[in-house]
């Protein structure tokens, strides 16, 4: 059974970068799409970025398309998120989310393309 656990949260002033991490442990990894989502306070659950299962197969949300880069590596099992240029609507609890069961997975915007998810990393922008 896939697990995911997130890491590299953290306070960061706007115009700054952090790199998220998502550990995957408990399924094979390679060849099935992830994807990142946030969740503001007060706000519903959105899609930032998803890499199918193979890493030419990007998709990015408009808020940060050409500011966020979703990567993966295979040999590791795990699943990154660059983010550049922050800005303070970037403030979020950031989850990982996995597709376990669908085989060359795509790189979907859906929540409910995913089965697993990670208990998610505070990301705080500040001005």
């Known amino acids: 059974q896939m697990q995911l656990v997130e890491s590299g949260g953290g306070l960061v002033q706007a115009g700054g970068s952090l790199r998220l991490s998502c550990t995957v442990s408990?399924?094979?990894?390679?060849?099935?799409?992830m994807g990142w989502f946030r969740q503001a306070p007060g706000k519903e659950r959105e899609f930032v970025a998803a890499?199918?299962?193979?890493?030419?197969?990007?998709n990015y949300a408009e808020a940060v398309q050409g500011r966020f880069i979703v990567s993966r590596d295979d040999a590791r099992k795990m699943l990154y998120l660059q983010m550049n240029s922050l800005k303070l609507e970037d403030t979020a609890v950031y989850y990982c989310?996995?597709?376990?069961?669908?085989?060359?997975?795509?790189?979907?915007?859906?929540?409910?393309?995913?089965?697993?998810w990670g208990q998610g990393t505070q990301v705080t922008v500040s001005s």
């Open positions: 989310a996995g597709d376990s069961k669908t085989v060359y997975g795509a790189a979907s915007s859906r929540p409910s393309a995913y089965d697993t």
């Open positions: 408990g399924h094979t990894f390679r060849r099935y799409g």
């Open positions: 890499i199918g299962w193979t890493a030419t197969l990007t």
